[in-house]
């Protein structure tokens, strides 16, 4: 890949993902496959004026070690020197951008039941520093090619021809053209257009329904709003938290589902895939999950905390955008998700409530945000997917026939 057209996406990363202010630091974190493009990310940091640039490595098979030799407690614990590092990012409330590249099988075999175990002993003492920085931080997921994923989504191809078709996959869905600014300018313009006939509808509550078996309905939260494409921090930033993104998203209300839905893709959760599921729910819980793969690993993830087995975001992406045209099954969260309409189990987000900015976090899950230490995105959309939206005032709305857009 030319290093001309990777330097525009390390450019646009910054400039329009994070959108670095002067005098802000960058946290960035980064797997061990890309150092050279995460050297042009760090360059172009510095470019935009950033006072410090902070990266930190990961390597899936430091964490396999990590689970297989240290005790439940250790994998748990979370050291005086941790506690300063974020009680620091809450200080100076950096920039974060995260580069995606890992393996999607590169933790199987892993014992997620530890695993599991040390996550719950550690996010009760790390929730309050995030809670602190929720809505305050300008933050961007993009991604960069992997070997190992590579791999995995052009199986048949040598390593450095799957690496190419990757590179190619990713820039494209991600709008690096010969004007990548501009044309996430006008990209965001049409998605908050889209979102601003939603919240015209007054949606009380959405009915999914496809020829694959999914029959569900979620309720909306009275005060929610529709968001897509960029975000503005509460320090008045205007930053791309997803590169790419295509969808419109609402958190639902806890406690108001009923029904069933299929997945259409698989899901990678925690380095290892589970496929052809179905969550069926109960006055807004998931009560029961089915998988040909990974059923016991979706049964721990709906179990991680009380709030995990309620939804957090309704997610709406047409048939028709430029990763679902593309035919790739990425084996990613980041491009699957926005490749079909999607739901998340989990943390709901704040910013979905009117005039949030002045509502505490408290306030905002009162109204039926939902909170959980997991956010896992699962897709639903596909060609036979219809919703309605029924409306405040008893009307039925058609918002997607035959998986894309009625509007």
């Known amino acids: 890949m030319k290093k ?58 430091l964490q396999k070690l990590h689970v297989r030799h240290q005790s439940v407690k250790t994998l748990g614990e979370v050291p005086e020197w941790q506690k300063a590092r974020l009680q620091h990012y809450v200080d100076v409330i950096p920039c974060r951008i995260h580069l995606m590249s890992e ?27 995030h809670d602190q920085l929720e809505n305050k931080e300008q933050w961007c997921i993009a991604a960069v090619p992997g070997a190992a994923w590579a791999k995995k989504v052009f199986p048949g191809m040598r390593t450095g021809t799957a690496m190419e078709k990757l590179w190619e996959a990713i820039l494209f ?72 993104t295509e969808e419109c998203f609402i958190s639902p209300k806890r406690g108001e589902a009923e029904g069933i839905v299929y997945a259409s893709k698989p899901l990678s959760y925690q380095g290892q895939l589970i496929e052809n599921f179905s969550v069926r729910f109960e006055k807004g819980k998931a009560v029961e999950v089915k998988a040909e793969k990974g059923e016991e690993l979706l049964k721990t993830m709906i179990a991680m905390d009380e709030g995990a087995s309620y939804l957090g975001e309704c997610a709406l992406v047409p048939q028709h955008s430029p990763i679902a045209e593309s035919g790739i099954l990425f084996y990613n969260t980041l491009f699957d998700e926005n490749a079909a309409c999607h ?32 956010h896992e995105d699962f897709m639903i959309g596909c060609d036979s997917m219809n919703i309605d939206g029924i409306c405040e005032d008893g009307r039925v709305v058609p918002i997607f026939r035959s998986g894309n857009w009625a509007f």
């Open 4 to 61: 001309t057209v990777l330097r525009e996406y390390a450019r646009l990363i910054v400039r329009s993902g994070v959108n670095v202010r002067k005098g802000q630091e960058v946290l960035i974190y980064a797997d061990l496959d890309q150092p050279e493009f995460v050297q042009m990310v760090v360059e172009e940091a510095y470019k935009a004026k950033a006072k410090k640039v902070t990266v930190e490595w990961n390597y899936q098979p």
């Open 173 to 244: 869905t991600s709008r690096v053209t010969d004007d990548p600014v501009k044309a996430w300018e006008a990209h965001n313009a049409d998605l908050h257009d889209r979102c601003a006939y939603l919240n015209s509808l007054h949606i009380r509550s959405l009915h999914y329904t496809a020829g694959n078996g999914t029959d569900l309905t979620v309720g909306m939260i009275p005060e929610g709003e529709w968001k897509g494409g960029g975000d503005t921090s509460l320090q008045g930033i205007f930053f791309n938290p997803n590169i790419p």
């Open 103 to 129: 393996d999607p099988d590169g933790l199987k075999g892993i014992n997620m039941a530890k695993l599991a175990r040390a996550r719950q002993l550690r996010y009760p003492i790390v929730k309050p520093y």
């Open 343 to 374: 739901l998340a189990l989990g943390m709901g987000f704040a910013d979905t409530i009117q005039d949030f900015q002045n509502k505490t976090l408290e306030e905002c899950r009162a109204l039926g945000v939902n909170d959980s230490m997991i």
